[in-house]
């Protein structure tokens, strides 16, 4: 189970950390994402980190602004968001798979097996 907390309204220009909190023993053996979806529209890739940490890579939308890091010893994926613009508002969701494919190739939904409850992210003007 997946539950992500962290969202909220900012400014244009501010920063949010997304967190999201992994039930179980083996979260490190989950390659883990984040995703954002607004309403009519599909869900959007934003960032995937490998099982030990060591590699990401991310949406060229939110290259060089977020940052998406992990804690296996307390079950955590965070994503740190800089800069933020009014385009990225959406709500965001964490997510995980069992995947032995490369992160790189990791930025379709259909490719994780389980999903958190969504955190609304809102970015004013």
């Known amino acids: 189970q997946l539950q992500a907390s962290g969202g909220g309204l900012v400014q244009a220009g501010g920063s949010l950390r997304l967190s999201c909190a992994a039930s179980?023993?083996?979260?490190?053996?989950?390659?883990m994402g984040w995703f954002r979806q607004v309403p009519g529209k599909e869900r959007e890739f934003v960032a995937t980190?490998?099982?030990?940490?060591?590699?990401?890579y991310y949406s060229d939308s939110v290259k060089g602004r977020f940052t998406i890091s992990r804690d296996n010893a307390k079950n955590t994926v965070y994503l740190q968001m800089n800069s933020l613009k009014p385009e990225d508002t959406a709500v965001y969701y964490c997510?995980?798979?069992?995947?032995?494919?490369?992160?790189?190739?990791?930025?379709?939904?259909?490719?994780?097996?389980?999903w958190g409850q969504g955190t609304q992210v809102t970015v004013s003007s």
């Open positions: 997510a995980a798979t069992r995947s032995l494919s490369t992160a790189v190739t990791l930025t379709t939904s259909s490719k994780y097996d389980y």
């Open positions: 980190i490998s099982r030990s940490g060591g590699y990401t």
């Open positions: 179980g023993r083996t979260f490190s053996s989950y390659v």
